[in-house]
Nanobody
Framework: QVQLVESGGGLVQPGGSLRLSCAAS????????WGWYRQAPGKQRELVAT???????NYSDSVKGRFTISRDHAKNTVYLQMNSLKPEDTAVYYC?????????WGQGTQVTVSS
C-alpha cells in the first residue's frame, strides 16, 4: 500500500506558475510509474504527465512545454512544475502511483487559474 499526499494548489493569475508536490509513503518500491492527473468540473479525469522508475517522462499535448514532472528520490516526492498557466488548466490535480497489480491515488489539490 502506498499513501500519497498532494500539496501546492491554489489560486493563480493567467500566465503564472505553481508547483505541486506529492509526498509518498509506504511500499514505494513497488511503484513503476508516477503520474499527475486532473479533473475539471463536468469533465473526465485526464492524464497530465507521467514519470517512470527510470526517469522517462510523458506529457499530454495540452501541457507539453509548460509543465514539468520530476521526482526527488531522497524525499520520496514527485513534483509538477506548472508554468504559463491558463484558465483551462483549472481543475483538481491528483497524484497517482501505479504498480503492476495496483494503483494508488492522492486526495487531490485544487488549482484555479483566474484573473
Amino acid at each position: 500500500q502506498v499513501q500519497l499526499v498532494e500539496s501546492g494548489g491554489g489560486l493563480v493569475q493567467p500566465g503564472g506558475s505553481l508547483r505541486l508536490s506529492c509526498a509518498a509513503s509506504g511500499s514505494i518500491f513497488i511503484i513503476n510509474v508516477w503520474g499527475w492527473y486532473r479533473q475539471a468540473p463536468g469533465k473526465q479525469r485526464e492524464l497530465v504527465a507521467t514519470i517512470t522508475r527510470g526517469g522517462n517522462t510523458n506529457y499530454s499535448d495540452s501541457v507539453k512545454g509548460r509543465f514539468t514532472i520530476s521526482r526527488d528520490h531522497a524525499k520520496n516526492t514527485v513534483y509538477l512544475q506548472m508554468n504559463s498557466l491558463k484558465p483551462e488548466d483549472t481543475a483538481v490535480y491528483y497524484c497517482n502511483a501505479a504498480a503492476f497489480t495496483s494503483t494508488n491515488w492522492g486526495q487531490g489539490t485544487q488549482v484555479t487559474v483566474s484573473s
